[in-house]
């Protein structure tokens, strides 16, 4: 499959099972359009036609461009056939049973009332709950003990906000560090906050000891203070932005994430990127708000126009800041072609309900944290493993290849599938197919490889 478009002046030509991508002049782009449903006579008539009024478009050169692309499908860089779909249903059946990454609930309460929390401002649609120190050792033995031979393992610290339990979190990690040598593990440890509770100490220990650092903004002081308030209705925005650039500061200015949530009220939402940009925070993240199409936040067809809209924006702005020497990182848009994705990643996508888990205060394990609290996703729990393997067996079905809707998306093997849980809140099955939500990704990606083109082309690159 060929997936074909044009954005900020590139012919962009994308062969989807190969992973490769083309830029081509105007020429090449129609002769590649054309190619596999007409002749080679077919081509150059309707070509010549086309382009009459140029004078180097001739019969002979366009003879030429059609053995290029010809000899580009022969080498199997145009044109591929699918070879993966065989594959689909095997990759998580050979993983078997391994865990590598845990998202431990430390907190089931929160020190906001965000508007547009998916998790109930915290509760996850039960009752507000700290995880104990004992219930969270627990759940790094089970880890530790389901993660087969791999050497590196990853725990998120979630919530809620996690800093509501931050003595707990800090003696999990003190604990998984005194066992990690003696049993051949290396943790990789993220943290997720609200940026409330941040002081000294939280800055010290989450700089030497989290991987990675993710900090909720919502950008503009404006919408940010909209939806992400305390409970007493006043904002958070003059509260957490110092805190958040003294934690970035002190880190380095790496290994961290900005990440806002953008609804109904900011479908522009580069400005509110751009904002964040402007105090400091280089590495950015923006994703659409998760909620029912009723709630005053979801966004509506008309938004996701804009949003689209939006997303080109960002690419081109980000590559003219990268030319100026001040660059911006954005989540959505980190692609590497240089290799082509992993096979696996391609296939089988994120992992939830098979290698990666939930865990809630209480010790249950659900596929994932945007499952936790819905008593049919419930898995187990830490002490007796997964116990429901019906509900494991359905998300190790999940797979760029179980949507009939997928089978002509050239995206498929970027998104592998699509997020489970979105697909469930939408349409209730996780094999459902979430449109808006695909709709958007296939937007990003297009972004994601002309910013790839562009700095090729840059580099003196074909």
Same mark, same amino acid.
């Given at each position: 499959?060929?997936?074909?478009?044009?954005?900020?002046?590139?012919?962009?030509?994308?062969?989807?099972?190969?992973?490769?991508?083309?830029?081509?002049?105007?020429?090449?782009?129609?002769?590649?359009?054309?190619?596999?449903?007409?002749?080679?006579?077919?081509?150059?008539?309707?070509?010549?036609?086309?382009?009459?009024?140029?004078?180097?478009?001739?019969?002979?050169?366009?003879?030429?461009?059609?053995?290029?692309?010809?000899?580009?499908?022969?080498?199997?860089?145009?044109?591929?056939?699918?070879?993966?779909?065989?594959?689909?249903?095997?990759?998580?059946?050979?993983?078997?049973?391994?865990?590598?990454?845990?998202?431990?609930?430390?907190?089931?309460?929160?020190?906001?009332?965000?508007?547009?929390?998916?998790?109930?401002?915290?509760?996850?649609?039960?009752?507000?709950?700290?995880?104990?120190?004992?219930?969270?050792?627990?759940?790094?033995?089970?880890?530790?003990?389901?993660?087969?031979?791999?050497?590196?393992?990853?725990?998120?610290?979630?919530?809620?906000?996690?800093?509501?339990?931050?003595?707990?979190?800090?003696?999990?990690?003190?604990?998984?560090?005194?066992?990690?040598?003696?049993?051949?593990?290396?943790?990789?440890?993220?943290?997720?906050?609200?940026?409330?509770?941040?002081?000294?100490?939280?800055?010290?220990?989450?700089?030497?000891?989290?991987?990675?650092?993710?900090?909720?903004?919502?950008?503009?002081?404006?919408?940010?203070?909209?939806?992400?308030?305390?409970?007493?209705?006043?904002?958070?925005?003059?509260?957490?932005? !110092?805190?958040?650039? #003294?934690?970035?500061?002190?880190? /380095?200015?790496?290994?961290? +994430? %900005?990440?806002? =949530?953008? $609804?109904?009220?900011?479908?522009?939402?580069?400005?509110?990127?751009?904002?964040?940009?402007?105090?400091?925070?280089?590495?950015?993240?923006?994703?659409?708000?998760?909620?029912?199409?009723?709630?005053?936040?979801?966004?509506?067809?008309?938004?996701?126009?804009?949003?689209?809209?939006?997303?080109?924006?960002?690419?081109?702005?980000?590559?003219?800041?990268?030319?100026?020497?001040?660059?911006?990182?954005?989540?959505?848009?980190?692609?590497?072609?240089?290799?082509? !994705?992993?096979?696996? #990643?391609?296939?089988?996508?994120? /992992?939830?309900?098979?290698? +990666? %888990?939930?865990? =809630?205060? $209480?010790?249950?394990?659900?596929?994932?944290?945007?499952?936790?609290?819905?008593?049919?996703?419930?898995?187990?729990?830490?002490?007796?493993?997964?116990?429901?393997?019906?509900?494991?067996?359905?998300?190790?079905?999940?797979?760029?290849?179980?949507?009939?809707?997928?089978?002509?998306?050239?995206?498929?093997?970027?998104?592998?599938?699509?997020?489970?849980?979105?697909?469930?809140?939408?349409?209730?099955?996780?094999?459902?197919?979430?449109?808006?939500?695909?709709?958007?990704?296939?937007?990003?990606?297009?972004?994601?490889?002309?910013?790839?083109?562009?700095?090729?082309?840059?580099?003196?690159?074909?």
């Amino acid at each position: 499959m060929v997936h074909q478009y044009q954005l900020n002046g590139y012919n962009i030509v994308l062969d989807t099972c190969s992973g490769g991508v083309h830029v081509v002049d105007d020429v090449a782009y129609d002769v590649i359009a054309l190619f596999p449903d007409h002749t080679e006579a077919e081509i150059v008539a309707a070509l010549l036609e086309k382009y009459r009024d140029r004078p180097d478009v001739t019969a002979d050169e366009l003879r030429e461009c059609i053995a290029d692309v010809r000899q580009l499908r022969d080498s199997g860089q145009l044109y591929t056939p699918d070879t993966f779909a065989e594959l689909a249903g095997t990759f998580k059946e050979r993983s078997g049973d391994v865990v590598k990454a845990l998202c431990l609930h430390v907190a089931h309460t929160c020190n906001l009332n965000c508007a547009y929390c998916f998790a109930s401002q915290g509760r996850y649609h039960g009752e507000r709950a700290l995880m104990s120190f004992d219930v969270g050792k627990q759940a790094l033995d089970f880890l530790i003990e389901h993660s087969g031979t791999r050497k590196n393992l990853e725990v998120d610290f979630f919530g809620g906000e996690p800093l509501m339990n931050w003595d707990v979190v800090k003696r999990l990690v003190e604990y998984a560090r005194s066992v990690e040598k003696a049993r051949g593990k290396n943790f990789r440890f993220t943290l997720t906050t609200n940026g409330m509770l941040i002081d000294d100490d939280v800055i010290d220990f989450a700089n030497r000891e989290m991987s990675n650092v993710v900090l909720s903004l919502d950008g503009r002081k404006e919408i940010h203070d909209r939806a992400r308030v305390d409970y007493h209705g006043q904002g958070s925005y003059d509260r957490v932005v !110092p805190k958040f650039q #003294k934690l970035v500061k002190a880190r /380095g200015g790496k290994n961290y +994430y %900005m990440r806002g =949530t953008f $609804t109904h009220a900011n479908p522009d939402f580069t400005k509110d990127l751009f904002h964040m940009a402007d105090l400091g925070f280089t590495e950015l993240s923006m994703e659409p708000v998760v909620c029912s199409p009723n709630d005053p936040a979801a966004l509506t067809p008309d938004d996701l126009e804009i949003v689209k809209q939006q997303y080109e924006l960002l690419a081109v702005e980000m590559l003219r800041r990268e030319r100026e020497g001040r660059p911006i990182t954005f989540y959505h848009y980190m692609l590497d072609l240089s290799g082509g !994705p992993c096979v696996y #990643k391609r296939i089988s996508g994120c /992992g939830s309900g098979t290698e +990666y %888990m939930a865990v =809630t205060p $209480t010790g249950d394990l659900y596929p994932c944290h945007q499952f936790v609290g819905e008593e049919a996703y419930k898995l187990g729990d830490i002490w007796n493993g997964v116990t429901e393997n019906a509900v494991r067996e359905q998300f190790r079905a999940c797979n760029a290849y179980a949507r009939p809707e997928c089978a002509d998306c050239w995206a498929r093997l970027y998104c592998s599938g699509g997020c489970a849980a979105n697909a469930y809140h939408a349409t209730g099955s996780v094999l459902g197919v979430y449109e808006a939500g695909c709709e958007l990704f296939r937007k990003r990606i297009e972004c994601a490889i002309m910013i790839q083109a562009a700095r090729a082309t840059d580099n003196g690159a074909e």
